[in-house]
């Protein structure tokens, strides 16, 4: 399935059950209320997307003075690949990730953590920004993106149907409407997660390692990344945990539902050929 086709049959996924989350709490007038809110919701999926992403892990923007290392990577590597410089941010925490976004190479954003920069070499770190840069020539930043934003939505949408959902009997009657959103946001979520499909990891992996011709500098940046970021975990939300090059703790117990990630020791397998215990 290509990645305009899901963006399409996101947004209309996305409208659809708006519509009948509005229909069912108010009828006609329901439907048509939220049929201006789905226009809203895809809008907003559409073109900004990422700067919410971007504004969820408090990431800042970077000059080169504050990032020399990565100015001169993804110089390097854009020359090479033939895209757009991207922006580029600084997440300030010290558990080690990275994540790209925006809706194409020419609007694009790359995003480094601060403990990412402490804890990698600048092979690894070579590797990471064009796994990073892999997703923006990939094309599936969008996809990425906005089932990050309508994920997001939906999750805000079980909350207001908690609180709101159903009429005044209902509530007397046990909040099903309320109890209906419940259960229907995180399934919904769950679904639009799914479709950033996990061989996306894969197919970044292999290009990232393709554009540097070191798919060992990777492989290893991934079993640092995948240790350290145990130790210091950073805390994610399950609406974008996927836009990570290592997924973040989503602090739940039903976290690997929302799981869009290989295992990290089955990426390093196909980067290099051999066990991930040999990476040592």
Do not use: C, W
């Not at 209320?33 to 919701?41: N, R």
């Not at 757009?84 to 010290?94: A, E, G, L, Q, R």
């Not at 600048?122 to 969008?142: K, P, Q, S």
């Amino acid at each position: 399935m290509g990645n305009t086709f899901k963006t399409a049959f996101l947004l209309t996924a996305m409208t659809l059950l708006l519509m009948a989350i509005g229909r069912g709490f108010g009828g006609e007038n329901g439907m048509l209320l939220a049929l201006g809110v789905a226009a809203v919701t895809n809008f907003v999926a559409y073109f900004y997307s990422d700067k919410i992403a971007l504004a969820t892990y408090r990431a800042k923007p970077a000059t080169r003075e504050d990032l020399p290392r990565v100015y001169g990577v993804v110089e390097r590597l854009t020359q090479k690949i033939g895209i757009p410089m991207p922006k580029i941010y600084v997440i300030p925490t010290d558990s080690p990730n990275a994540f790209a976004t925006g809706r194409n190479p020419s609007h694009a954003s790359v995003a480094v953590t601060q403990g990412i920069l402490n804890l990698l070499s600048d092979e690894e770190l070579e590797g990471v920004l064009a796994h990073e840069l892999g997703h923006v020539n990939n094309r599936d930043i969008l996809i990425s993106s906005i089932a990050a934003t309508l994920a997001g939505a939906v999750t805000f949408m079980s909350r207001f149907g908690f609180f709101f959902g159903g009429d005044r009997e209902d509530r007397q009657g046990g909040g099903m409407g309320g109890l209906l959103m419940l259960i229907l946001a995180p399934f919904a979520a769950m679904l639009i997660q799914l479709a950033v499909s996990r061989s996306r990891e894969y197919q970044a992996d292999e290009t990232g390692a393709h554009f540097t011709g070191n798919p060992y500098a990777l492989a290893s940046a991934l079993s640092k990344l995948d240790a350290y970021s145990k130790r210091v975990p950073m805390l994610g939300t399950p609406s974008t945990a996927h836009l990570f090059i290592v997924q973040p703790f989503l602090g739940m117990n039903f976290g690997s539902l929302f799981s869009t990630h290989p295992p990290i020791a089955k990426r390093i397998e196909r980067l290099t050929g051999r066990p991930a215990e040999f990476m040592q």
